[in-house]
């Protein structure tokens, strides 16, 4: 064959594949998505951090007395998370040698570049700061009792300070709830950025709107209580521990109404957009119906949102009717629900954004390859990463509160027993 | 409470404002001048991008989707060979005739660009008494006065040429893909080989030494009209332009104020 030849072969090899995968008219530029499923990871992990912390912070700052078996790993989880949070970013870039590139020169304009800032701020003045307040007294005590590897590290981690009188634990008491007070409003601009890129693009109507922010917000606060639920319940399976029924049905009770406040934004979105009936509400609607109808109307909708929303909903209205191993169990199957739900969600706002061509005149197709950097694999393993990562801070900060009279002398730490 | 405004602090707040106004085309300069020195776009050395005020206008009219621009553009440019990789392309409307007794003025809307037009377009599928009017739209970077790519740009890669070109840096582009989905026209793309975002540059090597663009060059019907506002010309092809025609931008609803400027495209263009 003529080896000049096998361009213009290729190119008609791909021309066929495009044209079997388009419907109407897109941009030529148009026809390959950009954006795949790394970035569909990004935003729920993003969240989960942002939920679990707020899930922690009412302990912390409302007062909320049920939930305190749960405190130290609703933080544990939002810090797992978070260190794992950059890397799908980092892995989807064209140059990821480049990205410092964001921290040294960001363009100040561009939401995309205060990501470094808003990452680095939410890390080190937020939870490291927080968990280190919150573990300082056990960290001390831990650290004279272990030895090896695992005690240095203890002892490094006290950074030196290793004064435990009841004026400095009141003192560190007191700057923690300063710091989670200063957290709440920073797991929501830690979040609320991430919708903001999406909000910002006007020239897509499926993401440039005001409301994203908020929907981002508050679907995050859902997936990472839900995720608190989910874990609470798994750890106390794991250490055969009895789940404290209050704590969880004060969780469900939180969970119920992040639900219930992100259903009502997201409704409002749509009711907005039908309403006013823009030049791409068609194209929207048909986005919904056909490309989007499973991920969006099935798994999101009726399965992420509507079914969670009635069981929860239930427990909240006829809580005396229902047993309690029935409330844990519709506890946890719709925190397993709405996790499913908001990755959905997560999945049309990327993925739904980039089907439908900006000449609002035709439709792309969305094909994942399993392996490769935007392929099935990678993205599963970056899921179940920081359940990895949750897992050593778990052994190294959670661990299980020794029976008998020792017990009297460890800290009366809340954790998941 | 004393609200008199003494006339130190007027004439404190004057001198103010009149050092702000003073500083702007200090600060342009600077900027320009910071971008000349360390922005890599293909310029000649000397070259002054604030003597220039680039544009292009477009008559829909004369195009007859020959497709020699694109062809020109992927070849002067080096754009990948694939189909969905363009710097400029060219549309191909068809608007039907409507239903007889129906309520529309006019039918179906067809938009195809095969190979963005590149080898010309193929006879349409549509019977000729079917069609009410069919006319072709070359496509390009909009030179929008407040681009959204490069708002987006994390890092200042893509950046606005004081000359009104809108550039990417390569060598600087860190390929997060943000500037693409912020460009309402679809213009940019991610190169496979270089894994950086591309555009239309406008030629920017040929028009920085006084050539005009490689798809205005080849251009056998003078569709494309290429010109420079800050050096008119005596009988100014874009003067004349703008004098003749109505003139239109695509998406205006979005405020990009794009310097691509449209005559005689139908409501149906986006």
């Keep these: 064959m003529d080896p000049a030849l096998t361009p213009v072969l290729q190119a008609a090899g791909e021309a066929h594949h495009l044209a079997t995968s388009i419907e109407g008219y897109v941009y030529p530029n148009e026809q390959n998505l950009l954006w795949s499923v790394l970035i569909v990871v990004y935003p729920y992990i993003t969240g989960l951090v942002a939920g679990a912390f707020i899930m922690a912070s009412l ?260 809580p005396g009717r229902i047993p309690v191993w029935f409330r844990q169990r519709i506890y946890y199957n719709s925190a397993f629900l709405i996790l499913v739900g908001v990755l959905a969600m997560r999945w049309n706002v990327v993925i739904g954004g980039q089907l439908f061509s900006k000449s609002l005149r035709g439709f792309a197709t969305f094909k994942m390859g399993l392996a490769g950097q935007e392929g099935w694999l990678l993205s599963v393993g970056l899921i179940f990463l920081p359940f990895v990562v949750l897992g050593v801070l778990v052994w190294l900060f959670l661990p299980e509160p020794p029976s008998g009279p020792e017990a009297k002398e460890t800290v009366a730490a809340p954790v998941a027993n | 409470m004393n609200h008199v405004i003494s006339r130190r602090r007027m004439l404190g707040a004057l001198g103010s404002a009149l050092g702000w106004i003073a500083s702007q085309p200090v600060a342009h300069a600077a900027k320009a001048a910071v971008q000349n020195l360390l922005a890599s776009s293909h310029a000649p050395k000397g070259y002054d991008p604030t003597k220039h005020k680039w544009l292009m206008c477009i008559d829909v009219d004369r195009c007859i989707g020959c497709g020699l621009c694109v062809d020109a553009c992927k070849a002067e440019n080096h754009v990948p060979e694939a189909s969905s990789f363009f710097r400029t392309w060219i549309e191909r409307y068809i608007i039907k005739t409507p239903e007889p007794g129906g309520n529309e003025v006019r039918g179906e809307v067809l938009v195809d660009s095969p190979n963005g037009g590149r080898n010309g377009f193929p006879p349409s599928t549509v019977p000729r008494e079917e069609i009410l009017k069919s006319f072709f739209v070359p496509k390009l970077c909009n030179l929008c006065e407040h681009s959204p790519c490069a708002q987006a740009c994390p890092v200042g890669a893509t950046f606005d040429s004081p000359d009104g070109a809108v550039l990417v840096d390569s060598n600087y582009c860190i390929g997060c893909g943000f500037c693409i989905q912020a460009c309402p026209y679809g213009c940019r793309f991610l190169n496979p080989e270089t894994k950086t975002a591309e555009k239309c540059s406008l030629c920017y090597h040929r028009i920085t030494r006084g050539l005009r663009p490689a798809c205005v060059e080849v251009c056998p019907t003078q569709a494309r009209i290429f010109g420079d506002l800050k050096n008119p010309v005596e009988n100014d092809p874009v003067q004349e332009f703008v004098r003749k025609n109505k003139v239109f931008t695509l998406k205006p609803h979005l405020g990009t104020e794009p310097r691509v400027l449209y005559a005689n495209i139908d409501k149906e263009v986006r």
């Design chain 1, 59 to 318: 302990v912390r700052v409302f007062n909320v007395k049920a939930l305190t078996p749960v405190y130290r790993l609703a933080l544990l989880t939002a810090l797992a998370f978070l260190v794992c949070a950059p890397l799908p970013l980092l892995f989807h870039l064209g140059h990821p040698e480049r990205s410092y590139q964001v921290m040294i020169t960001p363009h100040t304009s561009s939401p995309m570049a205060m990501f470094g800032f808003v990452y680095a701020w939410y890390m080190m003045a937020v939870l490291l700061l927080e968990l280190w307040c919150e573990y300082r007294h056990d960290l001390v005590v831990w650290s004279e009792r272990e030895r090896g590897l695992k005690g240095a590290l203890y002892r490094v981690i006290t950074l030196g300070v290793r004064d435990i009188s009841p004026a400095a634990l009141h003192l560190d008491e007191r700057l923690s709830k300063i710091i989670t007070v200063i957290g709440i409003p920073s797991a929501f601009l830690l979040h609320g950025y991430v919708g903001f890129i999406f909000g910002s693009i006007k020239a897509n109507p499926w993401w440039g709107n005001v409301l994203m922010p908020v929907i981002f917000i508050f679907s995050a606060m859902a997936s990472g209580m839900a995720l608190c639920v989910v874990l609470y319940k798994e750890l106390c399976w794991f250490r055969r521990k009895a789940v404290d029924d209050a704590c969880l049905d004060e969780m469900g009770k939180f969970l119920f109404y992040a639900l219930l406040v992100d259903f009502t934004v997201e409704g409002l979105d749509w009711l907005h957009r039908l309403y006013a009936a823009e030049e791409s509400i068609s194209v929207l609607k048909q986005l919904a119906e056909g490309r989007l109808f499973n991920t969006l109307l099935v798994i999101q909708l009726c399965l992420g949102t509507l079914l969670p929303l009635l069981a929860l909903g239930a427990t909240q209205i006829l």
